[in-house]
């Protein structure tokens, strides 16, 4: 724990909400969590996540011989599942647990080939690894609770409901963060320079227009860091504003110090690509996802949630479909409403199958009617 709890609360003990989380070292999750005494805590978890491997008993028997001193591999033991939905009764399968979430891919397709790609069948394997760690703790974001953290193991005692219609909401400080370019043309490029930076909270409004490019990008920066806001909103900041941002930080020599989250990342200067989709008759465009580590970024012209329901709509979705707050503010509801159902598997010890692909039947006119 980066920071102590105070009055009654043990040193290793603090009550508040769970903001932010996600993979870091290897076998590790880490945790921000806002006390009941407005501390913003940084925890760190041990998290291995599980993969399970069904086939037959003598199979699978052979695999655990292949098992032995991988690096993917920290331990494994036989358990029971429910393989397929439809199954009335549960199978003997292997539970492993994978040294870090991002060899999952790796091991998965390994272990697939040790099968002959027909022997094994694989379940859990492409759960999203915050979500996984929810599941596992049974807890969800921006739940109030009580954790208990000893030599980096986290426990938690839940002091909410997801059923709760009632709850608090974290005293969240936010900022919106906007950029002004000095054109050379019509349009704004990468090319062109900053003109200035303004930040408004609803405490005060930080206006960087003094300087070089280089002084307006460290002013920027130091600004962050003084307002420290739990939710920074932006409008474009994944399609444009933020790679604008590294971009310049790149040309200025200060993309090692363009840090905007609680950890000490600094924003990429890659022009990540986005994703183009075709749903329900229409094609949508949704851009790649900043991550502010320890923060919360909306970019409220890349979500569906915020715009519809507000921040109070994002708290919703986030709490009811166990979901990261930085994935609910961009998901649909779609996608937001199968943590649900995935949650709800794990639950129930059913598998939850590796590439599943089963899209909708097609249907006459008659069965419209």
Known sequence: MSQSGSGSISPKTVRGWLLDLYPSNPGEMTVWVISETGQRLKLVDRFQPKVYVAGKEEDLRRLTGRLVGSKSVAAWRFTEKFVNLSDAEKSRVLEIDVTDCRRMPHFARKIMRLGGYEKFQLGNVDVPDAQAYLYDRDVFPPAFVEVRAEDKRLSYRLLDSVESENYAIPPLRMVWVSVEVSKAGKIPSFSDPIDRIVLKSDEKEVVIDKGDERAKLLAFVEAVKDLDPDIVFTRGGDSTLFPY?????????????LVLGREDVPLRAKRKHGMTFFSYGRVYFKAPMRRLYGRIHVDV?????YRDCGLEGLFEVARTCRVPLHKAARASIGTIMSSLQLYQAVKDDILIPWKKREPETFKSLGNCS
Request: glycine residues 0%.
């Open 245 to 257: 941002l590294a971009r310049r930080a790149l040309l200025n020599d200060v993309l090692d110090r």
């Open 301 to 305: 012209e890349n979500t569906f949630i």
